[in-house]
């Protein structure tokens, strides 16, 4: 699979200018949030495109379009606030990790009863998650059980509509946050945020819930225990992007962690070297859907690199959240 620049890049320190506390949250906005929608948008409107093109499963366009709209998303996952949040769309654009199977139950039901919900988007749109977003359409695209299964015809009008929907979902995302910015960037009266101090703790969050998920849930799922490892439970390893999902989270985690100590030279060096530690660690595994943790090697490997993220984490929390004015006590998962 091809990689995308911007990883090969991240080798390369980046270089972000110190500035001033209070404008952190605009330049995070401007340089960080802003252009990884509009990419979410921009290349799901493709995939989208592609599919109305050519629906076949095994089609070459499609799939490329499919890596590349889930490259944009997985770049901006982290963000999971504001506009990302309005109508569970981060939870329709990609509804993982399904613990208890429900994306498969949901694509069977659809293919079984060829529910006409696949012709009227809004129809679609009120289907169950668990049948929309990016991981259904791996499946569609990657598993034999579903890309060979069912009338010809209805599979081709599944996936385009399930193309559709997440194009839908990622432009509403983009055009809200062209509005909710000010929000983070003029704190106080009249906005979500009652100040400089909430506007950055969001921000922070959404670093270090974005290390923990990728630590804890991508690397960690798949990991299991030592006596019984879980390979099958890596992240959108079907189509054989779960060691990607890994690196291109940790690229656009080291780009909000540069801008949010940019005014702290000494901190952005240490995050910075972590991050380039782990994003080595990362490419060098060559294990793209993370089978490797099913042997004793494989599994110290990939300990390791999940070592090397929660020492990210750590450096955060005693390093860069005190710069911010957060707490010791600060919770990622309530935000307190």
């Known amino acids: 699979m091809r990689l995308v620049p911007l990883i090969i890049a ?25 252009p ?3 990419e979410l948008s921009d290349r799901s409107a493709e995939l989208s495109e592609v599919a109305q093109q050519d629906c076949s499963s095994d089609s070459q366009n499609l799939r490329a379009a499919f890596h590349s709209a889930f490259d944009a998303w997985i770049s901006a996952s982290h963000l999971r606030f504001g506009p990302s949040e309005v109508d569970d769309r981060a ?22 009863a060829q529910d006409s919900a696949v012709t009227d988007a809004v129809a679609f749109a009120e289907t169950s998650i668990a049948g929309r977003g990016f ?19 209805y599979h081709c009008d599944l996936i385009r509509a399930i193309a559709s929907d997440i194009h839908r979902n990622a432009a509403a995302i983009a055009a809200d ?11 106080g009266t009249g906005s979500v945020y009652r100040s400089e101090d909430e506007a950055l703790q969001e921000l922070y969050k959404a670093l270090v819930t974005g290390l923990e998920f990728t630590a804890d849930t991508r690397l960690g799922r798949p990991m299991g225990s030592f006596d019984r490892p879980r390979p099958n439970r890596a992240e959108a390893r079907r189509s054989l992007r779960s060691l990607r999902h890994v690196e291109l989270s940790l690229v656009a985690l080291r780009d909000l962690a540069a801008r949010l100590s940019a005014d702290h030279p000494k901190i952005a060096a240490s995050l910075d070297d972590a991050f380039a530690r782990s994003i080595t660690r990362a490419q060098a595994l060559d ?3 993370l089978a490797g943790v099913a042997e004793p090697q494989g599994r110290l490997r990939v300990e390791a690199l999940q070592q ?10 005693a390093q860069l959240g005190p710069t911010l004015g957060i707490s010791a006590g600060f919770n990622s998962q309530d935000g307190d």
């Open 91 to 112: 939870f329709a654009l990609a509804f993982w990790p399904d613990t208890k199977g429900f994306t498969p139950k949901a694509l069977a039901g659809m293919i079984s």
């Open 287 to 289: 294990d793209p859907a």
């Open 36 to 38: 990884r929608f509009e």
């Open 308 to 317: 090397s993220i929660n020492d990210i984490r750590g450096l955060a929390a």
């Open 135 to 153: 991981f259904a359409l791996d499946l569609m695209l990657y598993d034999p059980e579903f890309s060979r299964w069912g009338d010809a015809a």
């Open 177 to 187: 946050w062209a509005d909710y910015a000010v929000n983070l960037n003029q704190p």
């Open 10 to 34: 991240v080798l390369v320190p980046l270089a972000v200018a110190a500035q001033d506390r209070a404008t952190v949250p605009e330049d995070v906005t401007q340089n960080h949030i802003l």
